[in-house]
């Protein structure tokens, strides 16, 4: 990997974002770290090395002025709803690539809705680089490819992590105001929560899932033009202390997508990873590596602008076409 060029890291004092920041310098990276928390920041920027910035959000001319020198910026700051318009904007007009690991459906409409400024503006606009968009996203362009162009998608992410951030949940409140949504006929119809259950076979059982609102939605459309999107939430079973694995080595997340072709033909695929966090931390790092290496112009989803085989990039992931391959 030839040196990498000057990128920023927004968010990096948070759960997830401190392990991209670390992830990133082991693979050989200086970003910028940045955020609104001064301590925390410090603290992180000293373990690591590496320079640091404080600075908000709300002065637009301010954080264009903030990107000066940066190639490209990777937002780590949820919930999304608060952070990705403002540095989208602000990455538009500096020209910097914006990606950020949101799966939030609100944000990932108003970001592909930037795809002729971005074109324009010379830069990448890429939302979702991390877990929950990359293993489904990857896996839809996958299926999709296999049955001539799917008409129908279904998608699903079952995640397991050693210990999760509060991040998700804020995010999950500041988003239950919208509802649920599905994709039918081309457009965004609304379904209500908690409808439209179903089973998903995994390699390791069989699993609830329930139809939510996810950037999925946006995100395997634009990669594949599929009319017909669903996104589900797999419900996990709880287990008891001494079940529970002990080390974070030891997790399993998955992924799952399975297409319908114009002709009926259907095509059924499961991505098998570690722990979710660690995924994202490994592919939001390949994907500032991908996107600074092929300069692309427009809005993008991951498995549009990598490739659907990106995600067989991330370490310790595998592609399973057969249950039956597992035995």
């Known amino acids: 990997m030839s040196a990498p ?11 997830t974002g401190s392990l991209i920041a670390q992830h990133a310098q082991e693979r050989g990276h200086r970003p910028l770290l940045t955020g609104r928390s001064a301590p925390a920041l410090t603290a992180l920027a000293e373990k690591l090395d590496l320079e ?20 490209l910026v990777l937002n780590a700051a949820g919930p999304f709803l608060h952070t990705a318009g403002a540095l989208a904007e602000a990455c538009l007009v500096a020209g910097v690539h914006y990606l950020d690991i949101s ?3 609100q944000v990932f409409r108003s970001l592909y809705d930037l795809d002729e400024r971005a074109k324009q503006a010379g830069v990448s606009v890429i939302p979702g680089v991390g877990f929950g968009v990359v293993a489904t996203n990857c896996l839809a362009g996958y299926v999709s490819d296999a049955v001539g162009g799917a008409t129908s998608l279904e998608v699903a992410a079952r995640i397991a992590s050693a210990q999760p951030g509060p991040g998700a949940a804020a995010t999950m409140r500041e988003n239950l105001p919208f509802g649920g949504w599905i994709r039918r006929d081309g457009e965004l119809v609304p379904q209500q929560l908690g409808t439209g259950t179903t089973t998903i076979v995994f390699p390791d059982g069989t699993f609830g899932a329930m139809p939510v609102p996810t950037g999925d939605l946006e995100a395997a459309f634009q990669a594949t033009k599929a009319l017909n999107v669903v996104a589900y939430s797999v419900s996990v079973e709880v287990k008891a202390p001494n079940e ?8 399993r997340s998955f992924g799952w997508a399975r297409a319908t072709g114009a002709g009926g033909e259907r095509a059924e695929a499961w991505l098998e990873t570690g722990e979710s966090y660690a995924f994202t931390a490994d592919a939001s790092v390949r994907a500032v590596e991908e996107t600074l290496a092929l300069s692309l112009s427009g809005a993008f989803s991951p498995a549009a602008a990598f490739g659907a085989d990106f995600v067989l990039k991330v370490d310790n992931t595998a592609r399973i076409e057969q249950l039956e391959s597992l035995a």
């Open 244 to 251: 529970a694995a002990s080390e974070p080595g030891s997790l």
């Open 103 to 105: 799966n939030e459906l």
């Open 52 to 71: 640091y910035r404080v600075f908000g959000l709300d002065d637009p001319a301010a954080l264009v002025a903030e990107l000066a020198g940066i190639d």
């Open 5 to 15: 060029r000057s990128w920023m890291l927004y968010g990096a004092a948070g759960h």
